[in-house]
């Protein structure tokens, strides 16, 4: 049997049947001799697996060292150059906070110089405000000494027209309205923009200054001189205060009148009577610190009434409209109480005064009674509207308030609160009014004593004062406010009235031996006012705006005339008066 030889670590000796122990032996043996050197070879590869293994251990070892030697490295590096920052920056700061300290020091002295430059400065302030403080006292001193010469000279400039019987004329300026812009004729769109150019001015509170340049016209540059000229924001109550005094001469005997005189749509009727009703025409009493010149001083004069003795003074109104040289009683009441506007006519007396023969007279009480009055008179004023103005007055409206005093003897002009004549009167007259036209009926008044009663005695006397208020129409320009038919005969008798008062006045200043008071039936109604028989004073109302420059200079002309009209003193009114039973 033949055997291939083979390497012991792949073939094993095969174990043939019969052998013999020995061989078995032997086989075995070397079986063993094999598995020995197979266990040899295995052991030399895992020896040499096993030293593969250190030996990628021993490399991963080094890798790993390598590796953190070069992080160690790095660190290294980074804290090197930190330390290199650290170093910088210690350094730079020691530079910022030298620098710092050397800036502070340099500012520390810039505000230390500041601060003494501003305590010297304070300081003059101080000095300064002791001055101002000291020129304020001295300018308030020398406004004081100024104040009081101004009114020591308007006192003497008072007595001055009261010698003379000077017409005391002011003057009031309204401001620009928004109609203004609409008036007339038709205006560019500039001037639509800006609706109205003043050339009217209050240059103080004496003085007008008119002040125009326009093409082709001769510039203007004028004053007029006033007693008293109210700018276009002074106020109703600023306006009636300057005439309040002269309510208080009504109660010493002597007449008043006070007239609003001016072209159309200047501001008459507001000064005279306040804001109007659009509906009826009446004057609101809703807004006091609106009112006008009659409602105020209907008002003033009951309170001067109201501290007098009970008893002493009666008052009665009439109102009457001069339209087209007619005039119209508008009080005047048909048989079922309606008031209705009946013509009168003007006459003069015995004693050369004008009186209106029939003309309704109303007792009134108090001063609600008197507008109530006033109110019905004002709804039957003729109005028509025109380019001018949307209501315009075709008439000249003449509120009429007639005081009855009554005095004892000859002591009027003494004093009412002297308690004797207080006495002897409330025991002598008898506190009944006259009998009232309003109502047609027999009233009683503790404010007022029975005529009858008075005549019976004596001792007692009445004397009437009149108190005439007068709202004039309108001076009109034909062109401009674009009337016709019915309101272009309005304007021509407005316009020739007004004329007439001018040559009135004209004829007094010139000391002519005739005046034509008859020319008019206004001028012949106001004769004694305008005469020389009552304190007179003209409120002139003229717009601001350039397209009336013609009016207002006109206005202002007519202003100036009148403050140069001597009429004499004039006289208290110290005779006693019959009373007739209304």
């Given at each position: 049997?033949?055997?291939?030889?083979?390497?012991?670590?792949?073939?094993?000796?095969?174990?043939?049947?019969?052998?013999?122990?020995?061989?078995?032996?032997?086989?075995?043996?070397?079986?063993?001799?094999?598995?020995?050197?197979?266990?040899?070879?295995?052991?030399?590869?895992?020896?040499?697996?096993?030293?593969?293994?250190?030996?990628?251990?021993?490399?991963?070892?080094?890798?790993?060292?390598?590796?953190?030697?070069?992080?160690?490295?790095?660190?290294?590096?980074?804290?090197?150059?930190?330390?290199?920052?650290?170093?910088?920056?210690?350094?730079?700061?020691?530079?910022?906070s030298k620098d710092f300290q050397r800036q502070s020091k340099i500012y520390l002295y810039r505000?230390?110089?500041?601060?003494?430059?501003?305590?010297?400065?304070?300081?003059?302030?101080?000095?300064?405000?002791?001055?101002?403080?000291?020129?304020?006292?001295?300018?308030?001193?020398?406004?004081?000494?100024?104040?009081?010469?101004?009114?020591?000279?308007?006192?003497?400039?008072?007595?001055?027209?009261?010698?003379?019987?000077?017409?005391?004329?002011?003057?009031?300026?309204?401001?620009?309205?928004?109609?203004?812009?609409?008036?007339?004729?038709?205006?560019?769109?500039?001037?639509?923009?800006?609706?109205?150019?003043?050339?009217?001015?209050?240059?103080?509170?004496?003085?007008?200054?008119?002040?125009?340049?326009?093409?082709?016209?001769?510039?203007?540059?004028?004053?007029?001189?006033?007693?008293?000229?109210?700018?276009?924001?002074?106020?109703?109550?600023?306006?009636?205060?300057?005439?309040?005094?002269?309510?208080?001469?009504?109660?010493?005997?002597?007449?008043?009148?006070?007239?609003?005189?001016?072209?159309?749509?200047?501001?008459?009727?507001?000064?005279?009577?306040?804001?109007?009703?659009?509906?009826?025409?009446?004057?609101?009493?809703?807004?006091?610190?609106?009112?006008?010149?009659?409602?105020?001083?209907?008002?003033?004069?009951?309170?001067?009434?109201?501290?007098?003795?009970?008893?002493?003074?009666?008052?009665?109104?009439?109102?009457?409209?001069?339209?087209?040289?007619?005039?119209?009683?508008?009080?005047a009441e048909d048989s079922c109480g309606k008031v209705f506007g009946v013509k009168r006519d003007?006459?003069?007396?015995?004693?050369?005064?004008?009186?209106?023969?029939?003309?309704?007279?109303?007792?009134?009480?108090?001063?609600?009674?008197?507008?109530?009055?006033?109110?019905?008179?004002?709804?039957?004023?003729?109005?028509?509207?025109?380019?001018?103005?949307?209501?315009?007055?075709?008439?000249?409206?003449?509120?009429?308030?007639?005081?009855?005093?009554?005095?004892?003897?000859?002591?009027?002009?003494?004093?009412?609160?002297?308690?004797?004549?207080?006495?002897?009167?409330?025991?002598?007259?008898?506190?009944?009014?006259?009998?009232?036209?309003?109502?047609?009926?027999?009233?009683?008044?503790?404010?007022?004593?029975?005529?009858?009663?008075?005549?019976?005695?004596?001792?007692?006397?009445?004397?009437?004062?009149?108190?005439?208020?007068?709202?004039?129409?309108?001076?009109?320009?034909?062109?401009?406010?674009?009337?016709?038919?019915?309101?272009?005969?309005?304007?021509?008798?407005?316009?020739?009235?007004?004329?007439?008062?001018?040559?009135?006045?004209?004829?007094?200043?010139?000391?002519?031996?005739?005046?034509?008071?008859?020319?008019?039936?206004?001028?012949?109604?106001?004769?004694?006012?305008?005469?020389?028989?009552?304190?007179?004073?003209?409120?002139?109302?003229?717009?601001?705006?350039?397209?009336?420059?013609?009016?207002?200079?006109?206005?202002?002309?007519?202003?100036?005339?009148?403050?140069?009209?001597?009429?004499?003193?004039?006289?208290?009114?110290?005779?006693?008066?019959?009373?007739?039973?209304?």
């Open positions: 049997m033949g055997c291939i030889w083979v390497p012991l670590s792949r073939i094993a000796v095969p174990l043939v049947p019969g052998m013999t122990k020995e061989e078995r032996i032997v086989v075995l043996e070397t079986e063993n001799a094999v598995l020995h050197l197979k266990l040899a070879e295995y052991q030399g590869l895992a020896g040499r697996s096993t030293n593969e293994v250190l030996q990628l251990y021993s490399a991963h070892g080094r890798q790993q060292k390598l590796q953190r030697s070069s992080l160690v490295t790095q660190l290294y590096g980074a804290i090197k150059r930190l330390k290199q920052d650290l170093k910088s920056l210690r350094s730079f700061a020691l530079e910022l505000v230390l110089a500041a601060v003494q430059e501003i305590q010297l400065q304070n300081e003059a302030v101080q000095m300064f405000q002791i001055k101002a403080c000291h020129l304020e006292q001295s300018l308030q001193e020398v406004t004081e000494r100024y104040e009081k010469e101004k009114q020591k000279r308007r006192a003497l400039h008072n007595s001055l027209v009261e010698l003379r019987g000077n017409i005391r004329v002011h003057c009031r300026i309204r401001p620009l309205l928004p109609f203004d812009a609409a008036a007339g004729h038709s205006i560019s769109q500039d001037r639509q923009r800006n609706f109205s150019e003043k050339v009217a001015y209050a240059a103080d509170d004496e003085t007008v200054l008119v002040k125009c340049s326009r093409p082709g016209h001769a510039s203007i540059n004028k004053t007029f001189q006033f007693e008293r000229v109210y700018n276009d924001s002074e106020s109703q109550e600023t306006v009636f205060e300057d005439l309040a005094p002269l309510l208080t001469s009504l109660l010493d005997g002597y007449n008043v009148c006070i007239m609003a005189y001016g072209q159309t749509g200047s501001g008459k009727t507001y000064t005279m009577l306040g804001p109007q009703l659009e509906e009826n025409f009446a004057f609101s009493t809703a807004n006091e610190s609106e009112l006008g010149i009659i409602p105020r001083a209907t008002q003033e004069v009951f309170r001067l009434i109201s501290e007098k003795p009970p008893g002493s003074y009666w008052v009665e109104v009439s109102v009457v409209q001069v339209y087209n040289n007619d005039i119209f009683d508008l009080l003007v006459v003069t007396t015995r004693e050369g005064e004008s009186d209106v023969p029939l003309l309704t007279h109303q007792t009134v009480e108090n001063a609600s009674e008197f507008l109530h009055l006033v109110n019905k008179g004002l709804q039957l004023r003729t109005r028509h509207p025109t380019l001018v103005h949307a209501h315009s007055s075709r008439s000249h409206l003449v509120v009429t308030l007639t005081i009855t005093t009554i005095v004892s003897g000859d002591n009027f002009g003494t004093s009412w609160e002297d308690e004797q004549i207080s006495q002897r009167l409330n025991k002598e007259v008898s506190s009944t009014f006259p009998q009232k036209t309003r109502d047609s009926k027999s009233t009683s008044s503790s404010r007022a004593s029975s005529p009858a009663q008075l005549e019976a005695n004596e001792k007692l006397k009445q004397v009437k004062t009149r108190l005439q208020l007068v709202d004039l129409a309108g001076s009109e320009c034909v062109g401009m406010s674009g009337v016709t038919g019915a309101a272009l005969r309005e304007t021509s008798f407005i316009n020739r009235s007004l004329s007439a008062l001018a040559d009135v006045l004209g004829a007094i200043a010139e000391q002519r031996s005739h005046v034509p008071y008859r020319n008019s039936k206004l001028t012949h109604l106001l004769q004694d006012s305008v005469g020389g028989d009552a304190k007179l004073l003209v409120m002139l109302c003229i717009s601001p705006d350039q397209k009336y420059l013609t009016e207002s200079m006109q206005s202002l002309g007519f202003g100036t005339r009148a403050r140069q009209v001597q009429r004499g003193q004039v006289k208290k009114k110290i005779f006693p008066v019959h009373s007739k039973a209304k």
